[in-house]
């Protein structure tokens, strides 16, 4: 059995010589020596190279499509599509279930504001136990630019907006105990609301000022396009920081009674545009 293997191996070392001659003269033209074992090697290599090739040409260009199997741009185009469809259809699932939800405890005469702040804080204490590993580079550069769009008026708002029409949304729901009097340098509107209502803001803007002064206690203002801005007084609690953008009806504050000057728990809310105040009971109806 070893003498047959031996055999074989040195069948495969065997030289051969191929040689090409010229048919009339029979004058050698090319001669190769060559045994089975070189060809064996030579075929082997060349067929690796040929499998990695292919192998590539298929990976990084459009032969891939032709696969049998293989999804198409079009395919794929709208396996995302549908995707994107299914996540917004269950965005909006969860937005029905939350409304129908807010609608039951309404009807059952339950208060739902003590429960959406129970909830608030308990979904910023799970997020507030999430460890997101980012670099210090992101970091840096995330500070960066938040710090530089900090202020900016134009993120998020519609650049084609009528500038000649306003729509506000209340700040918040109650009855009107002052109205606005520039003469008397009241210039702003008392709304009386149930204490730990909510203060909404009355359009899509920026808060540019949250701070607690002696006479008005805490106080948020938020400018708006248009030169427009919105101050709200007389607050408890203020659930914004400066800098934040806000969209139209988006709490901001809850109604309190802090401050100097307040008998009650109410809100005082100023509209100025462009340095003048304007009569808020002219674009809102807080009834």
Do not use: C
């Not at 495969?12 to 003269?25: A, H």
């Not at 192998?55 to 260009?61: C, E, P, R, V, W």
């Amino acid at each position: 059995m070893a003498k047959e293997k031996v055999r074989l191996w040195d069948r495969l070392k065997y030289k051969y010589k191929l040689s090409i001659q010229n048919e009339t003269s029979y004058e050698e033209v090319f001669s190769m020596r060559l045994s089975r074992l070189h060809v064996l090697m030579t075929l082997s290599v060349i067929a690796v190279i040929l499998i990695t090739l292919t192998t590539l040409l298929i990976a990084f260009t459009g032969l891939k499509e032709f696969i049998p199997g293989y999804p198409d741009g079009n395919m794929r185009k709208l396996i995302t599509e549908n995707a994107l469809r299914v996540d917004s259809l269950e965005v909006e699932l969860k937005k029905r279930d939350r409304f129908l939800a807010s609608i039951q405890m309404i009807l059952r005469g339950e208060d739902h504001t003590q429960i959406e702040e129970e909830k608030n804080d308990s979904i910023k204490n799970n997020y507030d136990t999430i460890q997101f590993g980012i670099s210090p580079e992101e970091s840096e550069f995330r500070s960066t630019v938040e710090e530089r769009e900090r202020f900016n008026l134009m993120v998020g708002l519609n650049k084609e907006q009528n500038r000649d029409y306003y729509h506000f949304f209340p700040p918040v729901e109650g009855i009107v105990s002052r109205s606005f009097d520039e003469k008397s340098g009241h210039f702003g509107t008392d709304v009386v609301a149930k204490a730990n209502s909510k203060v909404s803001t009355i359009a899509d803007g920026v808060i540019i000022f949250t701070d607690w002064t002696i006479k008005t206690g805490y106080v948020i203002q938020v400018q708006h396009e248009n030169n427009l801005v919105s101050v709200y007084k007389h607050n408890s609690t203020l659930l914004k920081k400066q800098g934040d953008y806000v969209r139209a009806g988006e709490v901001i504050a809850i109604v309190g009674n802090t401050g100097e000057e307040t008998t009650g728990p109410h809100l005082h809310f100023e509209l100025w545009r462009a340095g003048n105040p304007l009569n808020p009971e002219n674009f809102i109806k807080f009834r």
